[in-house]
């Protein structure tokens, strides 16, 4: 085999390594998104509320805000969301 051949088959296993390990890896997609959350945020300023169903993780409550579109973490223990239990088993 000459000088040659031996770069080409180097690129190209190189260049198929790099192609698989575009995708993340499992670990950091089933990483919990939210530490706590707060507490004190009221239903009328949400847009959209998210329920994340992630392993080995507490309730994933996602909000995103009306005003600026921001996404905050809400707690699971928030007063009105402890109300509206039935809501969130719909949701999960």
Excluded at 9 to 32: D, H, Q
């Amino acid at each position: 085999m000459n000088v040659n051949c031996c770069v080409m088959i180097a690129l190209l296993v190189g260049i198929t390594c790099i192609g698989m390990t575009r995708e993340k890896p499992s670990s950091i997609i089933n990483r919990c998104k939210c530490r706590g959350g707060t507490l004190r945020l009221g239903p009328n300023s949400i847009q959209k509320l998210m329920v994340l169903p992630i392993p080995n993780c507490p309730l994933q409550i996602i909000a995103t805000l009306k005003n600026n579109g921001d996404q905050v973490c809400i707690h699971p223990k928030t007063r009105w969301l402890r109300f509206r239990k039935r809501y969130l088993k719909s949701i999960i």
